[in-house]
């Protein structure tokens, strides 16, 4: 177990610069910020400190700056946005890792929040520069790491700075993860039921993988069925494939057996762009070869929805169709119902993914499953191997 702010004792945290690494990657538009989620999640931790009188500065990374300043990725808006957002004095200083940064952070009065510039403005910041991580870890008197999504990259804000900054201890944010994930992977109530769906196959092989040995059955929809449908030699028409993974599908198949679930009819339409092209329900085996297949069909969406409302724990990554295009969302958002009936009924249930968090917000069920996680690809890759870089990086309990 690692330690998390929590186990501190009171004076480690009072009149102490608490560095938090926290995922402000928000969406940005016309300079302002669009969607305030990772905000909003980062207030917990940040409220924490300030009521046990720790000084909070703030390092994150926003958007794919080259390793230089880039105004489009300016914090300056994130900071904006957080002063409205928590009672309290937020600063910005437009750099991280110079002389005002370290001045800001020993100035920083009580009560106030600091605010640091892109971590990736910074070129040894992915590379995990080892000068570039004392330089984060002089700011603060103590480590935070909150900032889940980012955690299975080792960058010099998420991992290095460990090296010369301790205690440092995950943030509400992370435990709460570690807590949800955690639990999916040690001790699942069964039936333990898994759905997969979204784009590409070859991001998800390996937890395809250990979900064969640790869940009790694997539903697939999305274009990834679709994929599963070229290795079983089926029609996928003009079907979104992933060529290159149709091997590694075929031996998914072969070590799944049973447990696996294809759907069994689609949705399937000549030409998708066109608002008025005919949209019919076939079976799987019977994919015209002009049309494509974007969303499962009815039958699938009842025999999906019953095995996880019969569920004991439900974990849930990818959509199971072109969820953005409404004629196409039924087969996600039938899911997000059925996650939402079984959590009603005493299920744990999780979901992971950017795309797969967004439908779960469109279909205003948020709050009706038991966890949403706020990293996409961390959470994956922690489902598959207990562990992340950044967690490694934090003080055992
Ligand atoms: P997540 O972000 O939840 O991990 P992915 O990024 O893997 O999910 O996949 C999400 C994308 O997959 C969505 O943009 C959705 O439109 C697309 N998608 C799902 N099913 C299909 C399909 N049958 N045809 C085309 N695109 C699909
Ligand atoms: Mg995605």
New binding site residues.
Partial sequence: MKKSLGDLPAEALAGKRALVRVDYNVPLEDGRVADATRIEASLPTLRWLLERDARPVLLSHLGRPRGQPDPEFSLAPVAAALDGLIDADVRFIPECDGERALAGSRELAEGAILVLENTRFVPGETSNNAAVARGFAALGDLFVSDAFGSLHRAHASTVGVTAYLRPAVAGLLVERELEALGSLRESPGRPFIVAF????IS??IELLDAFIERADRLLV??????TFFAAQGLETGR??VETEAIDDAREILDRAGEMLRLPRDLLVTADSRDPDSEIREVPADSIPADM????IGSGTREDFAAAIEGAGAFFW????????DRR?AAGTFGLAEAAARATAAGAFTVI??????A?VRAADLYDAVSHVSTG?GAS?EFLAHGTLPGIEALDDR
């Fill in positions: 769906g979204g784009a590409k991001d998800k929809g999305g274009a990834m069925a679709n079907s979104l494509a297949a974007l969303d990554n990818g959509p199971m169709g072109r969820f953005e196409f992971g993914g950017g795309d797969s968090a439908a996409g994956l």
